[in-house]
């Protein structure tokens, strides 16, 4: 690739954030080549990994936008009709979008599905080049180009650098840019879970004294499971024959589910949440988990990724017909703004969660079970967070809270108290924005 094309771009990474990169740039014009450790067999048919994406309206729209949606099977899109959350033995709440008009709060499909449509996609884009089995040696600064250095000895060059190498990004290292790293001393173990009781497609995740349960609704019959405990007990987990494990895990979720066993193999990840100082520099950029590395309890990571490609992408494409190039600073600028003031409130507010519900500590529980209990005894709080979900925009939030407080007729309580959170969502969107 000439060092001098003004259009050229340089992905490190071909996970899902990097190919859906890719193919929103080639979308707009630009030339990309993508750098990948991995062999062209494992991008072609990924592995199962235990992760489950829980898919946003606005991700799967983006998705749809980059002819990605289509091309994974209809047997791996799951339905999350409603979510329940609880503090041990609590009651606890339901999250659902029927305020929105929604039948549901968003799908789940499978990491190794949207890898492997990805792939499709990105091969079938003649603008993009992927070389498999590289990794990157070391980076040069020249002019108004990247030079990247492979450790098989090839030199490529490209007008703008991308980082899209995972939270841990060895890219981003290369590059000099420091990132705040919170390691929650935890392990997250997932695998699928076939159960006797169907889950009629209700998400749920309790927290408990040293771990948390979620299960991810699959088909009617199987749960994806996903179950935070110590790095000991993940490996102690990890020993287990299927029938000693599954036995282990009817015990951790109470039996709720009833005769359980597993249908995958099991997957462990380490628990830590990463923030980039910066997410754009001369001439390169980060995205997905590169930039922002989200813990897993709100399941957003992956939207998040997506809502990062899709912000730089509009930037670039606005700079290219500007007659701008690919590492216009102020496109760069403007995507970084966008995608840190995007990004921050959810990696702080779940930073939040996540120390509230993993506090064991006595002092912690009144405050746990009195976020449990108002959340359970407000609707427009369970709606406002729906809206999240389902990225309602402000406007169809104060719709939706209008067209419950509707709903409830002439009782004058509940009246009083849904105008009260409609006036209090129309107050916050104000100060917000």
Request: proline share 4%; aromatic share 6%.
């Amino acid at each position: 690739m000439n060092s001098t094309n003004p259009r050229s771009v340089l992905i490190v990474g071909a996970g899902p954030a990097g190919l859906c990169l890719a193919r929103a740039l080639a979308a707009h014009g630009f030339e990309i080549d993508i750098v990948e450790r991995q062999a062209e067999a494992a991008l072609a048919e990924p592995a199962f990994d235990g992760r489950e994406i829980a898919l946003s309206h606005g991700s799967m729209n983006i998705l749809k936008r980059l002819d990605i949606w289509r091309r994974i099977p209809e047997t791996e899109i799951h339905p999350l009709r409603r979510a329940h959350v609880s503090d041990g033995a609590r009651e606890g709440f339901d999250v659902n979008a029927d305020a929105f008009g929604k039948d549901r709060l968003g799908n789940f499909v499978s990491n190794q599905a949207i890898r492997a449509a990805a792939w499709q996609v990105v091969r079938e884009t003649r603008a993009v080049q992927v070389h498999t089995g590289a990794e990157v040696k070391a980076l040069e600064r020249e002019g108004e180009a990247f030079c990247v250095y492979l450790v098989d000895g090839r030199r490529l060059t490209a007008a703008l650098l991308i980082a899209a190498d995972s939270r841990f990004s060895q890219t981003r290292r290369l590059l000099g840019v420091p990132v705040i790293m919170h390691d929650f001393g935890k392990t997250m173990l997932v695998c699928r879970m076939h159960h006797e009781i169907p889950h009629e497609g209700v998400a749920r995740e309790w927290f408990g004294h040293g771990q948390t349960r979620a299960l991810l609704p699959l088909d009617e019959h199987t749960v994806s499971l996903v179950l935070t405990v110590t790095g000991q007990e993940a490996a102690e987990l990890q020993t287990l024959d299927e029938d000693a494990f599954a036995r282990n895990i009817e015990r951790r979720l109470d039996y709720r589910l009833g005769t359980m066993r597993p249908v995958s193999t099991r997957h462990t990840y380490p628990l830590v949440a990463t923030w980039a100082k910066r997410f754009v520099g001369p001439g390169f950029a980060l995205v997905g988990d590169a930039a922002v590395g989200m813990h897993p309890v709100t399941a957003h990571g992956f939207n998040l990724g997506l809502a990062s490609i899709d912000r730089l992408a509009a930037a670039l494409g606005d700079a290219l017909t500007q007659h701008h190039g690919a590492a216009y600073s102020a496109a760069l600028a403007r995507y970084q703004h966008s995608h840190r003031v995007g990004a921050l409130p959810l990696f702080v507010g779940t930073g939040m969660i996540v120390g509230l519900y993993t506090d064991d500590r006595t002092l912690a529980q009144p405050l746990r079970h009195a976020v449990i209990d108002g959340m359970r005894r407000l609707q427009p709080l369970r709606d406002i967070l729906a809206a999240a979900v389902v990225d309602a925009t402000p406007s169809e939030i104060l719709f939706g809270l209008a067209r419950r407080a509707a709903r409830l007729g002439p009782n004058p309580l509940a009246y009083r108290q849904e105008t009260a959170s409609v006036d209090h969502a129309r107050f916050f969107y104000r100060n917000a924005v």
